[in-house]
């Protein structure tokens, strides 16, 4: 958590030189305005959950990721608790009041939103048509359709993906089940830009120069004459 969040806390705080790549605010966006923003709505859903009866036994699957990129929410499955039915995407009752109590808060915003679906490395089945692929996407299908039927605005949802085993939650635990999971990616405004903007070809902006000369040395005082 960041320093002044509420003690135990699941946000967690990336800052943008954690990433890979050139924060996506170096180009349209101050990130500090724009995290302070997500961070507030991921702080509500936090605590509309977890004061819950019927939902606190899930919050701690719920995590929360700030980044220079945007929020990240994650339900993740454990052993003994699952946002769905065994092997299938049809999603338990309390899961559906999770999604509804995301989607309020997401609707509050104007921000795209991409749904993802996750497995483990354990095959699905044997039969050959229906496999970890199909499992992923028709979970973050049920996920959008959920969260769509409780008012977000379709006009957010930028996209569904199902990404089977390829992006392990636990990369040295491959058959753990919390690698299950669905991702909603509430995208920051600079980040649909510069991916809109890359999926169409265009140039991008130069990223501004720091300033390394630092201030500009004081003039001289003039010189007395006796």
Known sequence: PAPGDP?????????????PSVSVF????????VQRVLAG??????????ESPSLARLADQIEFTVTAEGLKIELIERADSSFFDSGSAELRGESERILQIISGELTKLENEVVLEGHTDRRPYANDTRYGNWELSADRANAARRAMEHAGLNGGQV?????????QLHLKDSPLDP?????SIVVRSQAAA???SAIRQGQELPAA????????????PAPAKHD
């Open 7 to 19: 003690a135990g806390s699941a946000i967690t705080y990336l800052p943008a030189n954690s990433l």
């Open 208 to 219: 501004p120069v720091p300033d390394t000369a630092g201030p500009a040395a004081a003039a």
């Open 178 to 182: 919390r690698n299950r999971r669905v």
């Open 193 to 195: 830009a510069l991916d």
């Open 26 to 33: 170096d180009y349209w966006e101050p990130a500090d305005a």
């Open 41 to 50: 709505a991921a702080e509500h859903i936090e605590q509309v959950t977890t």
């Open 158 to 166: 930028r996209g569904v993906r199902g990404f089977a085993d390829t």
